[in-house]
């Protein structure tokens, strides 16, 4: 019998919040599943080029990685797929392959794995908790992760709007986690903590003035990254100049998010725009759902 399996899409960082903090967004993956007699994957709508449609597809690789922890094998299901997430811009598309196949082999092998089994699988893979842990539980998260396993707590549902700036262009995260020093200094580190401390902390009393201060204030990686996107400086000094909370990379970018008192997302939207009249300016809001 057929089922579907829909998934989140999340921003990872929110600043400071390096490889920690991530919000689940009102943006999916949706997939219907089916039976059949090999593997296939069908490419309905949405973003979705490139995505190979075979047996070598991510979704199917993580379900069968998943499965062989189980020592099953999988049967074999056609895959229907829908996104409107853009792929490779910094809304964790790739986060949410991983909690898609680990939910279709959940199902498929009637694993009723927990979420915060899904969490412990989908970061041993990932590495790091800040878009799984999002597209798992919905809302505000904030995580670590070790050799240890992968500690969250679950942050509420922020009462924000979100406003992208989305260059049509990729940007890998590999490639710009490359941009990011080896090491950084203890004093540094204290520092860089404290302010992701702050920032935490202000979330969870939904203070997001405070919290936009400290995002200006990370030391963590938008010293190092952000300048290379080109739209950052512009974006930045639109972000002074408005009432808004504040801006930060999406993830590891390239999408600019700006955080927005709840209720101005759209009139923000419209002002941004008129400061970047060719790019492409979408209105947003935190998803209150993980996986389905
Ligand atoms: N925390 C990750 C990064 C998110 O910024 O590189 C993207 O995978």
Known sequence: DSFDIIVPASTANLGPGFDSVGMALNRHLSLTITPSEVWEVE?????????PTDESNFIIEIAKWLADKWNEPLPPVHIGMVSNIPLARGFGSSATAIVAGIELTNQLLHLHLTDEEKVQW???YEGHPDNV????????VVGHHD???TEIVRAGIPAI??????????????????????TLNYAE????SSI???QVAAMMRNDWTLAGRMMKKDRFHRPYRYLNIPEWKQAEEIADQLPVYGATLS????????????GTGEEMKSRIQRAFPESTIECLQPDPHGVT
Do not use: C, M, W
């Not at 490419?43 to 995505?51: C, K, P, R, S």
């Not at 842990?133 to 505000?140: F, M, Q, T």
């Open 147 to 149: 050799e240890e396993g």
């Open 251 to 262: 993830g590891a970018g390239p999408i600019i998010l700006f955080f927005t008192p709840q």
């Open 161 to 182: 709007d979100l406003v992208a700036l989305i260059p049509d262009y990729p940007v890998s995260t590999s490639k710009s986690r490359d941009a990011l020093p080896e």
């Open 122 to 124: 989908a970061t041993l």
């Open 189 to 192: 580190a204290v520092k860089a």
């Open 43 to 51: 490419l309905i709508a949405g973003d979705l080029e490139g995505i």
């Open 196 to 198: 992701s401390n702050v």
């Open 133 to 140: 842990a999002p597209s798992i539980y919905g809302g505000l």
